[in-house]
């Protein structure tokens, strides 16, 4: 039995040589790899903090040193960091509460939240039952009058990553139509020349959509063949206005010079027409 066994093992290793080989290694990649300052202009995004930790054993990202519990602390909205706060003023970048509600939506509440509680300490109370009443008339306001006068800072770690949304959230905020709302978020991140060329395309826009309504306004005027006069602010002056008068006589006064608003021309002739 052994001695059958034996010439069927000896010939294992002959089939096994037999096999075809194992496929090759694929080849190592030659591409040169990016170097790390190619990517030094991409905004870091701050590492999520470990709630798990207590505040007071958590370490200062100023300093490097433990938060805690023998000096004053303030914690970042954005990324949960806790600093010391003599630290947290060092590099921090702020912006008002109305800004802050537009660049982080999702923050809504925590937003809310800060201003309420600067309201309420912005009012004077002699005692607790003052404070109690101070905080239900905060509480009553709307949200955009309550955030009013209201700010936010938000830590150095964070400083790059929001420098880095402000132009893509401005762009959406332009396409909307909100260009005003877009220059003061440019305007507040000290980004001056971008706050004067949104405001100036706002500006552009509404000139050509009350010029156009003026037209239309001078054509209903043509067509029911109506005859107005139109005082001049400065002098008093008597401007005729009826369907067949262009723009460019209105946009003067012709006894003074005076130039006119062509939006009050606008609400003078529509209020003529209704």
Same mark, same amino acid.
């Given at each position: 039995?052994?001695?059958?066994?034996?010439?069927?093992?000896?010939?294992?290793?002959?089939?096994?040589?037999?096999?075809?080989?194992?496929?090759?290694?694929?080849?190592?990649?030659?591409?040169?790899?990016?170097?790390?300052?190619?990517?030094?202009?991409?905004?870091?995004?701050?590492?999520?903090? &470990?709630?798990?930790?207590?505040? #007071?054993?958590?370490?200062?990202?100023?300093?490097? @040193?433990?938060? =805690? %519990?023998?000096? $004053?602390?303030?914690?970042?909205?954005?990324?949960?960091?806790?600093?010391?706060?003599?630290?947290?003023?060092?590099?921090?970048?702020?912006?008002?509460?109305?800004?802050?509600?537009?660049?982080?939506?999702?923050?809504?509440?925590?937003?809310?939240?800060?201003?309420?509680?600067?309201?309420?300490?912005?009012?004077?109370?002699?005692?607790?039952?003052?404070?109690?009443?101070?905080?239900?008339?905060?509480?009553?306001?709307?949200?955009?009058?309550?955030?009013?006068?209201?700010?936010?800072?938000?830590?150095?770690?964070?400083?790059?990553?929001?420098?880095?949304?402000?132009?893509?959230?401005?762009? &959406?905020?332009?396409?909307?139509? #909100?260009?005003?709302?877009?220059?003061?978020?440019? @305007?507040?991140? =000290? %980004?001056?020349? $971008?706050?004067?060329?949104?405001?100036?395309?706002?500006?552009?826009?509404?000139?050509?959509?009350?010029?156009?309504?003026?037209?239309?306004?001078?054509?209903?005027?043509?067509?029911?063949?109506?005859?107005?006069?139109?005082?001049?602010?400065?002098?008093?002056?008597?401007?005729?206005?009826?369907?067949?008068?262009?723009?460019?006589?209105?946009?003067?006064?012709?006894?003074?010079?005076?130039?006119?608003?062509?939006?009050?021309?606008?609400?003078?002739?529509?209020?003529?027409?209704?």
């Amino acid at each position: 039995m052994c001695g059958r066994m034996l010439p069927a093992m000896q010939q294992a290793p002959a089939q096994m040589q037999n096999q075809p080989p194992f496929p090759p290694p694929p080849p190592p990649d030659l591409e040169p790899h990016p170097q790390p300052e190619l990517f030094a202009a991409v905004a870091p995004v701050p590492m999520p903090v &470990d709630a798990s930790v207590p505040p #007071r054993k958590r370490i200062c990202p100023g300093c490097n @040193e433990k938060v =805690g %519990m023998r000096y $004053a602390r303030t914690s970042c909205l954005s990324c949960g960091n806790i600093y010391h706060t003599k630290c947290f003023s060092q590099g921090s970048i702020g912006c008002s509460s109305r800004t802050a509600l537009i660049l982080f939506p999702n923050l809504r509440k925590a937003i809310v939240d800060s201003a309420i509680e600067q309201r309420v300490q912005q009012m004077s109370a002699a005692n607790d039952v003052q404070r109690v009443e101070n905080r239900n008339r905060v509480l009553m306001l709307p949200e955009e009058d309550l955030v009013q006068g209201t700010s936010l800072a938000f830590c150095k770690l964070c400083v790059p990553m929001i420098r880095g949304m402000v132009p893509k959230v401005a762009k &959406d905020l332009e396409k909307a139509g #909100r260009h005003e709302d877009a220059g003061r978020l440019f @305007e507040e991140f =000290g %980004m001056i020349d $971008a706050a004067g060329s949104v405001r100036k395309k706002g500006k552009a826009q509404v000139v050509t959509n009350i010029s156009v309504d003026l037209n239309q306004l001078l054509e209903r005027l043509k067509s029911g063949g109506l005859v107005s006069v139109y005082k001049c602010p400065n002098c008093g002056g008597s401007i005729k206005i009826s369907g067949t008068t262009s723009t460019q006589k209105l946009s003067k006064c012709e006894y003074c010079g005076t130039v006119l608003q062509t939006d009050d021309l606008v609400n003078f002739i529509r209020d003529i027409l209704t």
